[in-house]
Nanobody
Framework: QVQLVESGGGLVQPGGSLRLSCAAS????????MGWYRQAPGKQREAVAT???????NYAESVKGRFTISRDTAKNTVSLEMTRLTPEDTAVYFC????????WGQGTQVTVSA
């Protein structure tokens, strides 16, 4: 079972940027889907961005034009570049993968506040 470890979260001011990274414990070349979800306090977990094994991305409407997902099969990582952050982006961000079932990382906190 693949292990996923997120990094890159933190505190950022509104309008700022952050880059999240997710390191997988094994090759991601054959993993069907990898992506990022987030969960804000009192809210359900929601999809932020996903990317297929051939590099096709999909984004939530709320982050289109601001977030960019990418995968590096040489490094077995998936990254999420987040720009123009707003307080509504504050949440715990989880890396996920799908290959015969969903796998999740432990999450990394992103806080957008002045």
């Amino acid at each position: 079972q693949v292990q996923l470890v997120e990094s890159g979260g933190g505190l950022v001011q509104p309008g700022g940027s952050l880059r999240l990274s997710c390191a997988a414990s094994e090759s991601i070349k054959s993993i069907d889907i990898m992506g990022w979800y987030r969960q804000a306090p009192g809210k359900q977990r929601e999809a932020v961005a996903t990317i297929t094994s051939v590099g096709y991305p999909n984004y939530a409407e709320s982050v289109k034009g601001r977030f960019t997902i990418s995968r590096d099969t040489a490094k077995n990582t998936v990254s999420l570049e987040m720009t123009r952050l707003t307080p509504e982006d504050t949440a715990v961000y989880f890396c996920t993968s799908y290959f015969g079932g969903w796998h999740w990382g432990q999450g990394t906190q992103v806080t957008v506040s002045a």
